[in-house]
């Protein structure tokens, strides 16, 4: 079999499916979720270390980002928002948190397993795991970023280590959410050999393309000139194609999971 054909295979499951139209439905899903995900995530790890810590430790990171179209402005205030919720508000950040996970599974189970009930419930329940796990990924990710940001500022090849550095630690914090996300957000058991290795690659991709998001934040682009001068408008569009291509990314390594793994319920009933 050539290597052309085996390629082929791993993405058999997308085989006429309307993988656009899947990436963005989740793409709608996360658009709603993402930003009570982080305040949720940036909440529970300041109740967990303290909000000067957490302060002190992106702060580098705000100063290092690229300002062409106002990113650190953006992440300055969001960690300042998550750090200024009360229960209440957290708790009310937890409804449309949980739309992701629904929104996963809806995709996921049009793919391999159409007409599954209560799929919607099923994915935000799923998702809980993760919401609660976010303060120990988001502090690992943290730790990590007063290095690389200072690489980064210091230019040169210490900028290109701390690409690398930020690239490996982006890298570990998003392989156990990909790998819970293709073992039980979705529908079906795949085997854990495959599972893992193809999540970790996934989240390699999807680290890659996070940072490539970094790059483009760095470009000199009036995002308000195809939508009449609006600038938020254009920014938020930008933000959701690349949300989109990120869930293209994902639903590739989901279909790859699928093709190369049989499904543990599928072998128990065998």
């Not at 309307?18 to 909440?43: E, K, Q, R």
């Not at 000067?52 to 290092?64: H, K, N």
């Not at 959701?240 to 293209?248: A, D, E, K």
Request: charged share 10%; aromatic share 10%; net charge positive.
């Amino acid at each position: 079999m050539s290597t052309v054909m085996r390629i082929a295979r791993l993405f058999q499951p997308l085989r006429g499916k309307d993988v656009a139209l899947h990436a963005a439905a989740i793409t709608f899903y996360s658009g709603i979720a993402v930003v009570p995900v982080a305040l949720l995530a940036i909440w529970l790890t300041g109740l967990a270390v303290g909000g000067d810590r957490v302060r002190d430790l992106v702060g580098r990171t705000i100063t290092a980002l690229p300002d062409a179209i106002g990113a650190p402005r953006a992440l300055g205030a969001l960690i300042d928002a998550g750090l200024a919720l009360t229960p209440t508000l957290a708790l009310a950040s937890l409804l449309p948190a949980t739309l992701y996970g629904e929104g996963l599974r809806r995709a996921f189970a049009s793919l391999s397993r159409p007409g599954e009930k209560m799929v919607g419930w099923r994915g935000r329940l799923l998702w809980l795991p993760v919401l609660a796990a976010a303060p120990a990924l988001l502090l690992a990710l943290f730790l990590a970023l007063p290095t690389t940001s200072g690489l980064w500022l210091r230019g040169g090849w210490w900028a290109a280590l701390g690409v690398v550095l930020s690239f490996l630690a982006t890298w570990l914090v998003l392989t156990p959410v990909v790998i819970w996300v293709f073992r039980y957000v979705a529908p079906g058991r795949p085997v854990w050999p495959a599972t893992v290795l193809i999540g970790s690659f996934t989240a390699a991709n999807l680290a890659g393309f996070l940072h490539g998001f970094v790059l483009f934040c760095s470009l000199p682009l009036d995002l308000g000139l195809p939508f009449g001068g609006f600038t938020e408008i254009g920014g938020v569009v930008a933000v959701g194609l690349w949300l989109y291509l990120f869930h293209v990314v994902l639903l590739a390594g989901f279909a790859a999971t699928h093709a190369v793994s049989p499904n543990e319920d599928v072998v128990a009933q065998g």
